[in-house]
């Protein structure tokens, strides 16, 4: 005779979002689907017109590099020899006022002033580095 009865299995019941949780969700993404459909085409927008700005004033530089050069009579020379910062050259630089460089030497090194006495110590336990053997 046995005083317990077999376990029964558990009943499971699947419970999925509410029709109105579906609901909720279905409007969020729809909002979310325009919001960005609209953001996206307002970027492409400022986007085309910073490039069509960008454009046009790389045309502007491009005639005014034209007109330079067509202004300066021998090209494109005279503006790079008229620099405020021009690099120039001296070919006439004696040895003497030449500017060299010299072996870097190593700075001697002073004695060491250090001096360990040995003799005051006792080679016992307590004292000094012990190491055992």
């Known amino acids: 005779m046995c005083l317990f009865k077999a376990p029964k299995a558990p009943e499971i019941v699947y419970q999925g979002p509410s029709a109105e949780d579906v609901a909720a969700s279905t409007a969020a993404l729809e909002d979310f689907k325009t919001t960005t459909a609209a953001n996206t085409a307002a970027f492409q927008t400022s986007i085309n ?3 069509t700005a960008a454009q046009d004033s790389t045309a502007s530089l491009m005639q005014q ?3 330079t050069q067509a202004n300066s009579g021998a090209g494109i020379d005279n503006i790079i020899n008229d ?3 021009a690099v120039v050259t001296e070919d006439n630089v004696t040895p003497e006022d030449a500017q060299t460089t010299q072996k870097i030497s190593k700075k001697k090194k002073k004695p ?3 001096r360990i006495a040995t003799g005051g110590l006792s080679a016992s336990s307590g004292t ?3 190491y055992g053997v």
């Open 49 to 51: 017109e910073q490039i």
């Open 65 to 67: 590099i034209t007109d």
């Open 83 to 85: 620099a405020p910062y």
């Open 112 to 114: 060491s002033t250090l």
């Open 128 to 130: 000094g580095v012990n």
